[in-house]
Nanobody, 114 residues
Framework: QVQLVESGGGLVQPGGSLRLSCEVSGFALATYNMVWSRQAPGKEREWVATITPTGTTYYADSVRGRFTISRDNTKNTMYLQINSLKPEDTAVYYC????????WGQGTQVTVSS
């Protein structure tokens, strides 16, 4: 069964850090472009970062320098390290495999508040 499951979200103070995980099953993570996106309350879902099969990474301007996308092929898990969190980073974060069906996980909530 093909599945993407996010975890690692939570409530964090401004300036804090979190590491989100996306564990996939049913396919080999390393063979696809994989994406993190987020959706803030009342806003449309926005792209955050992409990692390619070769390990090349791309970031939205709003997160470049603070977020790091990575993956562990042996664990079939993708990560998003989020540092220097800001209140405007509050959102549900989703992992996504755009190819072959545009698969999405259920999301994990990140709330940045003092």
């Amino acid at each position: 069964q093909v599945q993407l499951v996010e975890s690692g979200g939570g409530l964090v103070q401004p300036g804090g850090s979190l590491r989100l995980s996306c564990e996939v099953s049913g396919f080999a993570l390393a063979t696809y472009n994989m994406v993190w996106s987020r959706q803030a309350p009342g806003k449309e879902r926005e792209w955050v970062a992409t990692i390619t099969p070769t390990g090349t990474t791309y970031y939205a301007d709003s997160v470049r320098g603070r977020f790091t996308i990575s993956r562990d092929n042996t664990k079939n898990t993708m990560y998003l390290q989020i540092n220097s969190l800001k209140p405007e980073d509050t959102a549900v974060y989703y992992c996504n495999r755009p190819a072959r069906g545009n698969l999405w996980g259920q999301g994990t909530q990140v709330t940045v508040s003092s």
